[in-house]
T-cell receptor, first 112, second 115 residues
């Protein structure tokens, strides 16, 4: 299966600032995804990161707040923009390889 | 609409007890995939199993076993002789055509194994 390196693993940020999270996959993959996991909750899909085109966002998530880049088949970034305390969550990326979705280790974000 | 239901919020057992996690799914597609993931306290999501809709064979992997029953739309997971290291949140997920084969996760079941 693919191996995903996600960073940073955690961060504490001031409200109003932005944080960019990176995910690197050790294999070329067509599909990459970004999720948010609020404290004590399940995973909610933010968007599908499409290589060479704009990301596809789920209902309730917008590009201005969560811009995503996918410059090639092994890398993607998610930016959490203009952060507020409500954005405090774990953010996870995943990559689909041979029919299985493998997840990064997650980024624990705290906004103060 | 909720596509994956994990009715058990928390389960607490003593070490060496068996524990069964329930998962009920909803889909109109004939081709779909079911998954179980484990999320230990460290936070990473660990893949456990994938099952496609055409394969109803139950599976055993070490202390883990899965019971897939299309008739009841259930994909239950049993941990035999539980250990403290099994303490985690376990998520059931569904991938089907109506959702472009993206994963829909259940709410998760927190398993606590006491020594």
């Amino acid at each position: 299966s693919a191996v995903i390196s996600q960073k940073p693993s955690r961060d504490i940020c001031q409200r109003g600032t932005s944080l960019t999270i990176q995910c690197q996959v050790d294999s070329q993959v067509t599909m990459m995804f970004w999720y948010r996991q609020q404290p004590g909750q399940s995973l909610t899909l933010i968007a599908t990161a499409n290589q060479g085109s704009e990301a596809t966002y789920e209902s309730g998530f917008v590009i201005d707040k969560f811009p995503i880049s996918r410059p090639n088949l092994t890398f993607s970034t998610l930016t959490v923009s203009n952060m507020s305390p409500e954005d405090s969550s774990i953010y996870l990326c995943s990559a689909r390889f041979e029919g299985k979705d493998t997840f990064g280790s997650g980024t624990r974000l705290t906004v103060v | 609409a909720q596509k994956v239901t994990q009715a058990q919020t928390e389960i607490s057992v003593v070490e060496k007890e068996d524990v069964t996690l329930d998962c009920v799914y909803e889909t109109r597609d004939t081709t779909y995939y079911l998954f179980w993931y484990k999320q230990p306290p460290s936070g990473e999501l660990v893949f456990l199993i994938r099952r496609n809709s055409f394969d109803e064979q139950n599976e055993i992997s070490g202390r883990y076993s899965w019971n897939f029953q299309k008739s009841t739309s259930s994909f239950n997971f049993t941990i035999t002789a539980s250990q403290v290291v099994d303490s985690a949140v376990y998520f059931c997920a569904l991938s089907d055509r109506s959702n472009d084969y993206k994963l829909s996760f259940g709410a998760g079941t927190t398993v606590t194994v006491r020594a």
